[in-house]
């Protein structure tokens, strides 16, 4: 099986709902055609990575 890549812009429209907690990961999920896992994933990355925003020793890359 081919793993589906998704685009920034998926993510960036989930990471948001995933955080807020409504809908549920399934919900979510369902409706983005994803595992329930990758959602919990991708709000864990946001949540740990909030921390770095406010470090000003790290610099920060652009990938944009």
């Not at 740990?48 to 920060?60: E, P, V």
């Amino acid at each position: 099986m081919k793993r589906k890549k998704s685009s920034i812009e998926i993510k960036f429209k989930v990471a948001p709902e995933a955080i807020k907690g409504f809908p549920t990961f399934n919900e979510i999920a369902s409706e983005f055609d994803l595992h329930p896992s990758q959602v919990a994933l991708w709000k864990k990355k946001v949540i740990t990575g909030l921390g770095n925003i406010f470090d000003r020793k790290r610099k920060i890359k652009a990938n944009l």
